[in-house]
Each structure stands twice: as structure tokens, then as C-alpha cells.
């Protein structure tokens, strides 16, 4: 069932969850903007800016994704990946596309016809931010988790994605998101092998995708062939408070007690969102907690951080 006839995303919307991995059809593989010419530019515009993060494909699955560009460099200029991206041997994100007022008009375009649609699952859509990837054949994205819902747009290339349950704990424990949406800390999120026999596997191509839901774990592993994603980010009133009761949880935790999962206890979820709240409101924007400005300031569009 699709939202809109002349949308350009689209999913099973009536078997859509927004914490449940599903797969993704698009029309945006020949949008100019996403062409490699004005990747080039753009990546032009954001040199010297905390709009790049990079690393060469030496970095596996495990590669903890906070230490990845330091432990394993690019070494080449942005225009020298990006133009010369099938033997570069790297992998480059361009961050917070939003910021640039023609890509933030490509978001707008892309998600303005399915937030209705979205919103009747998942109401009070903000924070839309825009992550454009990069990737030489044979590049492995490692092992993560990301603190938004994301819509995962495959636009040249292929790839292989990995998504498992929000909620599968064997993966990804309390604890670990616990400390992720305090601090941002990917430390407790380890990687295993045998975790691949859980995952949700979407191989996808130009016009292929997968929706993320927010702390799926996930991972990608690039074909044969350079490979360049969009993925296209938000926050919804239920993310901000699952954020939140996380936080509080985490707190909790630093105290010497063992709170039960989010979700598991509404009076305790609830009570723990208002605590978040007050917390929050009295420390300010950039505090920690909370590690997400998208808990302290709900704009329509993410912050660079």
C-alpha cells in the first residue's frame, strides 16, 4: 500500500512498525544531487568542516565506530576519495547534509510525502537530518547503533545490510543503549560473529533500501562496486522519550541500581521521562546527559553535533 503516488519512498505501510527493520523501495537514484559530480562539490563545501568523517576499508566489523577514523586514516583528500572512490580503499560520510539548503530541500522533498503517513504510526516528526555514504568496493561499515529512526536509500552500487531487532538484547543489551543515549557511548556495543545468524538481511541496489529503527544494531558490507547511500534520519515523540528513559536509566545504573528494560514498566518509564525531562531542562543544551541535542532542543532539523 503506498502513501502517496508521487512519493518517492516507499514501504508495506500497512504492515509498517517504526521499531521493526522492513525494506525500502525508492525513486532517488538519478536525483542530480546524489550523482558523483555534486558529491564532489558538496564534499568541496564541507572540507575543513565536522560535516567529514572517514576511514579506509581496513576497519571490520568490530572496529568500534567512535575510534574507526582514528585507528584506521583516510589518507586522501575528499575530492581524491570521492573521484577516485573505486580503488580509494575508504569509506566517507557526508554528515548533516540538512545543512546545505538545496540537500535540505532534497530531504524535505523526499520525506514531506510519507511523514502523514508515518505520523499515524508514530506521531510528531522533527530533527530530520540528511547522511550521504561513500564507500569502495569491499568496505565493511562496522557494528552500531544511531540515536534516530533512519530511512536507508541505496543509490549506486550494491550492499549487504544487516539490521537486528531493537529489542534483541542478546545483540545489544540494556546497558549498552543505556550508556549510548547518556553519552553516546559505543563502548558496550561488541560485535560477534554468530550475531549474523539474527539479523534482518536486506541486499539492496539503486532504488533499494531498508528502514532502521532507532539502536537497531546494524552493519554494511559493500559489493563489488563503489556504493553511494543516502540515509534519511528523525526523531518522533516515541524516540524522545525511549532517549530519555534511557538516560534516566543509565543514571540509575551509575547509582547502583538495576532498572528494569524501557518499555518493560510504564509508571517506571514514565516517571523516568519527566526525571529526564527536569534533568535536562536544568543543565542545558550540550550537557551530558543528554548525549542527543534532538532531547534538549526539538527543531525541525538536526543540530551538527
Not at 539502536?215 to 528523525?234: A, D, K, N, Q, W
Not at 534533568?279 to 551530558?288: D, N, P, T, W, Y
Request: charged fraction near 20%; glycine fraction near 4%.
Amino acid at each position: 500500500m503506498y502513501a502517496n503516488a508521487s512519493a518517492l519512498i516507499d514501504m508495506d505501510w500497512e504492515s509498517f512498525d517504526p521499531w521493526r527493520p522492513q525494506a525500502v523501495r525508492h525513486r532517488l537514484t538519478e536525483h542530480p544531487l546524489l550523482q558523483p559530480d555534486q558529491l564532489v562539490a558538496l564534499g568541496k563545501r564541507f572540507q575543513g568542516t565536522t560535516h567529514l568523517f572517514t576511514f579506509n576499508n581496513h576497519a571490520g566489523a568490530d572496529a568500534n565506530f567512535d575510534e574507526v577514523a582514528r585507528m584506521y586514516p583516510n589518507r586522501r583528500s575528499v575530492t581524491e576519495t570521492l573521484q577516485q572512490i573505486n580503488s580509494a580503499k575508504a569509506w566517507m560520510l557526508l554528515r548533516h547534509v540538512q545543512a546545505d539548503p538545496a540537500y535540505r530541500e532534497l530531504i524535505n522533498t523526499a520525506l514531506d510525502p510519507i511523514q502523514p503517513t508515518i505520523e499515524r504510526h508514530d506521531p510528531g516528526m522533527y530533527y530530520r537530518a540528511g547522511w550521504i555514504f561513500v564507500a569502495s568496493p569491499h568496505t565493511t561499515t562496522p557494528f552500531h547503533i544511531d540515536r534516530n529512526h533512519g530511512i536507508l536509500l541505496q543509490i549506486r552500487g550494491t550492499k549487504k545490510v544487516y539490521v537486528w531487532d531493537q529489542d534483541d538484547t542478546a545483540v545489544c543489551s540494556e546497558r549498552a543503549r543505556d550508556s549510548f543515549h547518556s553519552s553516546h557511548n559505543l563502548d558496550l556495543v561488541k560485535w560477534q560473529e554468530e550475531f549474523r545468524e539474527r539479523a534482518h538481511v536486506f541486499e539492496v541496489g539503486p532504488g533499494m533500501g531498508a528502514y532502521i529503527p532507532i539502536t537497531s544494531p546494524h552493519m554494511v558490507e559493500t559489493g563489488t562496486e563503489p556504493s553511494i547511500t543516502i540515509s534519511l534520519t528523525y526523531s518522533t515523540r516515541a524516540t524522545r522519550h525511549n532517549a530519555m528513559e534511557h538516560v534516566l536509566h543509565d543514571l540509575m545504573r551509575r547509582h547502583g541500581m538495576s532498572p528494569p528494560p524501557v518499555g518493560k514498566h510504564k509508571l517506571l518509564d514514565d516517571l523516568s521521562y519527566m526525571s529526564a525531562s527536569a534533568l535536562i531542562a536544568m543543565r542545558g543544551v550540550g550537557s551530558r546527559p543528554p548525549a542527543c541535542p534532538s532531547l534538549a532542543r526539538k527543531t525541525a532539523y538536526a543540530v551538527a553535533d
